[in-house]
C-alpha cells in the first residue's frame, strides 16, 4: 500500500513538473493572462493545499491556457470569457461544476492582477 502512494505520488510530481514547464515556456508578453497566471500559480503553490494546486493547475493547463495565453489581461471580461471559453462545444463537454472552478480561477488570477500586479 504504502509503495503504490508513493508511486502515485512521483506520478503526481512528474504530471506537475510537465505542466510547470510546458506553461513557462510559453511565450507571454506583459501583463498577458498567461503571465499573470504563471506568476499566480507560482504564488499559490506555497499557499494552498497541494491538492488544491494541482487542481487549479490541471484547470488553466487543460480547459484556459491556449484560449486565454494570449489575451491582455486588460481584455478579460464576462463577454470576452463567454464567448472565448464557454462556447457552445465546451457547454457539451465540460460539466457545470467544471465551467464553475474555471470562473473560480479565473476571478482568483484577475484579483491577483489587480493586487499585486497593479493592473
Known amino acids: 500500500m504504502e509503495n503504490m502512494r508513493t508511486q ?28 499573470i497566471a504563471v506568476k499566480w500559480l507560482d504564488q499559490i503553490r506555497s499557499t494552498r493545499k497541494y491538492s488544491t494546486y494541482i487542481k487549479y493547475l490541471r484547470l488553466y493547463e487543460f480547459h484556459m491556457r491556449d484560449v486565454l495565453m494570449q489575451a491582455k489581461i486588460s481584455d478579460i471580461s464576462n463577454a470576452y470569457i463567454n464567448e472565448k471559453l464557454f462556447n457552445t462545444e465546451m457547454r457539451k463537454n465540460v460539466s457545470a461544476n467544471t465551467r464553475h472552478s474555471i470562473i ?16
Open 8 to 35: 502515485i505520488d512521483a506520478n503526481v510530481q512528474t504530471d506537475e513538473n510537465a505542466i510547470i514547464k510546458k506553461i513557462s515556456a510559453s511565450p507571454g508578453n506583459e501583463n498577458s493572462f498567461d503571465e
Open 104 to 119: 473560480v480561477v479565473i476571478n482568483q488570477i484577475l484579483q491577483y492582477a489587480n493586487e499585486y500586479c497593479r493592473i
